[in-house]
């Protein structure tokens, strides 16, 4: 019989972003964030009110592997994106 092996599945990670709209050029900031899989070794970047682009600084590193694969603003203020790791 021949054996069957389980296809990894990729890591996701879900971020919802927003800006303060009373200070012009504030910085986006983390409002949540949702994990399918792992996002170590940046999972302490991931927390609500932290620094997207910290986050980002982190998850975007060539060693940790992830990508942006969709990015979306929903607002003037606020949006979302979507990371991949492949496994």
């Not at 296809?7 to 879900?14: E, Q």
């Not at 170590?40 to 980002?56: D, I």
């Amino acid at each position: 019989m021949a054996q069957v092996n389980a296809v990894p599945s990729p890591d996701l990670v879900l971020i919802y972003w927003s800006r303060n709209p009373l200070v012009s050029g504030s910085a986006r900031r983390i409002v949540s964030a949702r994990v399918i899989g792992s996002s170590e070794p940046c999972r302490r970047n991931l927390r609500e009110g932290r620094l997207l682009s910290t986050a980002l600084a982190c998850l975007l590193d060539h060693d940790v592997g992830f990508e942006i694969v969709f990015s979306k603003r929903t607002t003037s203020i606020s949006g979302y994106l979507l990371l991949q790791r492949h496994p």
